[in-house]
């Protein structure tokens, strides 16, 4: 062991509680030959193992690791992990005290080990009792921009990124609904490492900076779902964005039934972007290659094949380690600015991120109190006379939404289940009556939650998301 080596584990074990102890740590370095170093609140051991030659294996080899025991260590945890594969890294997230905190990062050496540790070590009982959570990770390279003018262009905001942060790689921006000349008042920054986004973030974050004289809003990015190969040779469902709110499915069906009359399926069909279904993946294929950058009623459309959901693997990471199952997709597949669903912590007032967009509301009001003297006039009024960023809530933006509609008020389900450590968690079902018979029966999101508030403000958020701008 060289002296850097020792210095990391002396360091370990001045905090060791517990099962663990010195002699363990250097019995697995011993045995295994690889190094260990403690640094910034994680233990590494390897990264690269020994005689590893080359660079780092590519991104879908490591795997992340929730629930773990807090006095549970390396010398329990690697013999485990190694039945899956040669381990290139082992990142065990630590506390000062000396205890792990909850959660871990493994890297293999390939993406089939990878796979192969997913499937084999979720759910596995590591104690008595004691089960863990095994899920893909990935390094994020991207972040979240909001608040931004609604008429800036993609090389404007790509111009005014490379000004303020370094290693931007790209950004990605997407048309309103209903007007295609402007963005969405959000983009999504690429940096060439997960190095550079974090310090772009963190030169960001403060909620000061601003961009064209706006305080904008940052935050990472949910990382697209990455999936194998194999299941995607078997995808016959095409996703197409980019398209005007008032194009109908039946529109598109004829549209993408013209190459080859007959070849689709059915069409599904939710604000600006769509599923087409094909009978054969080969159609599906042949489809995607001629109406990619075509127009539909005005509208240059984009064209990919759709990412069907893994539900075998689809847990949440959180960042005390915890993994909780993820419900049902309202929608079985799932493709860019759809795929960007935020973890549920503190639930954020609106305006706020719902699957990495930005909600359909106007600016937020000033929150404050003003005294209330005696003898003040007070006017009865309608809430419906009000302005909608007199609304802090998405359940009162979505009642608001409707009246202004002339339409009923929404209606909602509530639906619950069990998480597997006993948890009661819920979700609403949200119909709107004036357009139940439309394209889309009810809105239901994609995220369970502990409290029936939280359940009902995002189902609120959801729907006014997929239902547009005021």
């Not at 005005?298 to 949440?316: F, Q």
């Not at 990471?317 to 929608?331: A, R, V, W, Y």
């Not at 018979?437 to 729907?463: I, R, V, W």
Request: with cysteine.
């Amino acid at each position: 062991m060289n002296e850097e080596n020792i210095d990391g584990t002396n360091g370990c074990s001045k905090v060791r509680t517990g099962t663990q102890n010195e002699a363990a740590l250097l019995a697995l370095m011993e045995k295994t030959g690889y190094n260990m170093v403690q640094e910034n609140g994680q233990r590494k051991f390897g990264g690269p193992p020994p005689g590893w030659e080359g660079p780092p294996p590519p991104r879908g080899c490591e795997v992340f690791v929730g629930k773990i025991p807090r006095d549970m260590y390396e010398d329990e945890l690697v013999p485990v992990f190694e039945r899956a594969g040669k381990i290139y890294e082992f990142r065990l997230m630590m506390e000062f005290s000396g205890e792990n905190r909850g959660y871990a990062f493994v890297m293999y050496t390939t993406k089939e080990e990878a796979q192969l540790a997913i499937r084999t070590l979720n759910n596995y009982e590591i104690r008595p009792g004691k089960f863990i959570g095994v899920c893909v990770s990935l390094d994020n390279c991207r972040l979240f921009i909001g608040a931004i003018p609604k008429e800036k262009k993609k090389e404007e905001i790509l111009d005014e990124m490379k000004k303020v942060t370094e290693g931007v790689v790209d950004v990605i921006v997407y048309p309103s609904a209903t007007d295609k000349t402007k963005n969405r008042g959000f983009a999504f920054v690429e940096y060439e490492s997960h190095r550079a986004a974090a310090m772009a973030r963190r030169k960001l974050i403060p909620g000061t900076f601003q961009l064209w004289g706006h305080t904008i809003q940052v935050d990472w990015a949910d990382p697209e779902k990455e999936v194998d190969e194999e299941t995607m040779q078997r995808v016959k469902v095409l996703y197409v964005r980019n398209l005007m709110i008032s194009t109908t499915e039946e529109t598109i069906k004829a549209e993408f039934n013209k190459f080859k009359p007959g070849a689709v399926e059915r069409v599904k069909k939710l604000r600006d972007y769509a599923f087409v279904h094909f009978f054969n993946r080969e159609d599906a294929v042949a489809a995607m290659s001629v109406m990619n950058g075509k127009c539909i009623d005005g509208a240059c459309i984009e064209v990919t094949l759709a990412k069907p959901v893994n539900k075998e693997n689809t847990w949440r990471q959180h960042l005390n380690g915890q993994i909780s199952p993820n419900s049902e997709n309202l929608i079985v597949f799932t493709n860019k600015e759809e795929s960007h669903p935020k973890t549920l912590g503190k639930l954020p007032t609106l305006p706020a991120r719902l699957n990495g967009q930005h909600s359909p509301s106007p600016p937020e009001v000033e929150r404050c109190t003003y005294p209330f003297y005696p003898g003040t006039k007070l006017t009865p009024i309608s809430m419906y006379s009000l302005k909608s960023n007199h609304f802090n809530s998405a359940v009162m933006h979505l009642d608001y939404y409707c009246n202004k509609n002339n339409w009923a008020p929404p209606e909602y389900y509530l639906y619950s289940t069990t998480s597997q450590d006993g948890k009661v968690l819920l979700v609403y079902k949200i119909v709107i009556p004036a357009i139940a018979n439309g394209s889309q029966s009810y809105f239901m999101p994609d995220k369970l939650c502990t409290t029936l508030e939280d359940a009902k403000e995002l189902a609120a958020q959801f729907t006014l998301l997929h239902l547009g701008p005021f």
